[in-house]
């Protein structure tokens, strides 16, 4: 119910914005700027609302996130279901979902802190400028709070291939490697892809990394070490500050809103179906 | 050495026909025909952590032929089983002592690797475990890891190979890419023993094959057990009477861990030497 009565506010107010900017515009438009360019054609309309820079942003940044906690996560999930002892798993396991747990501002402020100035040091050291805010410091950082994600769920997906196979493998002379990589991880494979989409929508969703880490500005480039900006801070942006609620930059809020709605929907579908048809085959 | 109880039971029997060795009671006349043994066991011992599952275990499997392990649920056959390939290694907290001889070498001697040796021995489980892969690359596993095949048509030999030895080929040859957990139940298991043969096994372990099957399935396998036992030493869990006397040359008999009574299949069926054999195999008991 709540679900469907967000949704349907989000489809009232983005048909509202579309009747003051057309879709194509804002789905293919490249210059994203609903604060100050004014366009011409459209007298007293402020801004320009071409959303791919934004959509950019926000695949650029969750890309980079993916990369670091994918692999990290996938590395713990191994090592806590296959080679860990039960003491160190009792150890390691709580303390990877603590970071689920820290709040997003801190991750924020070591994004900020930390994390960017080293990127920016490290590049200065190799002879390139690049800015404290950049993708790269705010994915990175992201992919740190996304681990727990896809480590506590592929740890789960891996305890749940069932011994019967491990045993199979072993009785045909399989070193534990070869059963790991060969039958466990494949089996597991579904519930992996499971446990990443759903990362990704997370990672899609975050915004106080981005807005602390990668700025506000609406950059179009394929350069990960450029500050950047996401579908949900743009969200913010746009929402923040004096403005009369139906003017097209208010309102490309609320387009904004219902495209990530989608997405993100999407995902966790999919997401589901891979994770149920996987439960169904051993059972 | 020598187990009390097996002593105290051999009182008052013949030596002549029947003499305890370390707690089991070898019939003689197998002994006398001077088979060739796949594997020597003395003195085998199972723990699981602190508790002994097996209490010194002596016994001859021949090379050729069937042999069955039968008795009550607990008794330690599963665990005898998995003795010969080394699975009880892959169990936290089970320890395996005394001496497995196969073919005149300690399996259990330093610098044995377990991982070679279950090439040489294979298993096939209770319920079927294919893998989430399909029926070729199933078969393929074993080849691919240990390296058998150089090019993809051996590879693709073995795997057709296997799948005749296993009596499985003529159902499945048009969909070698279809899932291996697609199969009937009986089928699984023919691919599961398909998947055995094809890394060239000397001897193969099953534990209670066909306890998931149904009566036309497991006379399949009964079948191609008949059939497999010309090229290998097979050892057999049963839980069923009737599928020991039909699949089995030899027959061992355990009791709450001990070797009771092992010789031939015939023998012990129709003259069980020791009164816990034959009140199991009566229905007395188990
Ligand atoms: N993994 C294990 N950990 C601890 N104890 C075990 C384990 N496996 C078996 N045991 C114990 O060892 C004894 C022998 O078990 P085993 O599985 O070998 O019996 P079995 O003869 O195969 O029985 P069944 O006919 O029910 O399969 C039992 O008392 C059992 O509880
Ligand atoms: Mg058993």
Redesign the interface.
Known sequence: MTTLGIFLSLIFESLRFFAQVPPLDFLTGLQWSPQTAMREDQAGQSGAFGAVPVFLGTLMITGVAMLVALPIGLMIAFYLAEYAPARMRAAVKPAVELLAGVPTVVYGYFALLTVGPAIRGFAEAMGFAVPTQSAVAAGAVMGIMIIPFISSLSDDVINAV?Q????????????KS?TLL??VF??ALPGIVGAFLLGVSRAIGETMIVVMAAGRAANLSANPFEAMTTVTVQIVAVLTGDQEFDSPKTLSAFTLGITLFVVTLILNVIALIVVRSYRD?YE | MVNDTALKLDVGRKFSEAAAVGGAVIDLAAAKAEEKAKFVCRGVRVHYGAKEALHGVDMDVPDAGVTALIGPSGCGKSTFLRVF?R?ND?IPGARVSGSVLMDGADIYAKGVDP?????RV??V?Q?P?????SIYENVA??PR??GLAASRGELDAIVEGSLKKAALWEEVKDRLKEPG?GLSGGQQQRL?IA??IA?RPEVILMDEPASALDPIATARLEELIDELRKNYCIIIVTHSMAQAARVSQKTAFFHLGDLVEFGDTRAIFTNPKDQRTQDYITGRTG
């Open positions: 069932p019967s196979l491990r045993d199979g493998a072993y009785a045909l002379g399989a070193t070869e060969r039958v494949p089996a085959r | 390939n699975m892959t991982v070679l040796l279950r090439a294979g298993m489980f319920k475990n294919p893998f989430p892969k596993y074993g890891i240990h957990t599961v998947r055995a890394v």
